[in-house]
């Protein structure tokens, strides 16, 4: 993987974290595609695939709930494709700390 494209990928992981701890669904919208298949894992939720379904579920996190003060650290990219990447990391929320992707 070049370097270019790792730090590309882990400043979207960094800018997602950013955008989810000030709870800016707007900037949210923004990070997410629009044309490749998405999907989320909410702690304690199923599976969610889908622009409109991962978006709403943001919104419902985001707007109508206070988020978490989340803080990654561990972070490791791994690449699939030209234009896929999976990000694992731990995110750490206070004094608990839990595996992510």
Aim: with cysteine.
């Amino acid at each position: 993987m070049s370097t270019a494209l790792k730090n590309d990928i882990l400043e979207a992981n960094r800018l997602f974290y950013e955008v989810f701890r000030s709870a800016d669904i707007e900037r949210m919208e923004q990070l997410w595609a629009r044309d490749a298949e998405v999907s989320v894992y909410h702690p304690g939720w199923s599976g969610i695939t889908g622009r409109t379904a991962v978006m709403a579920s943001w919104r419902q996190v985001m707007v109508n709930a206070i988020p978490p003060e989340i803080h990654p650290s561990d972070v490791c990219v791994i690449l699939s494709g030209e234009k896929k990447a999976v990000v694992f990391c731990v995110e750490h929320i206070g004094d608990t700390a839990i595996f992510a992707s």
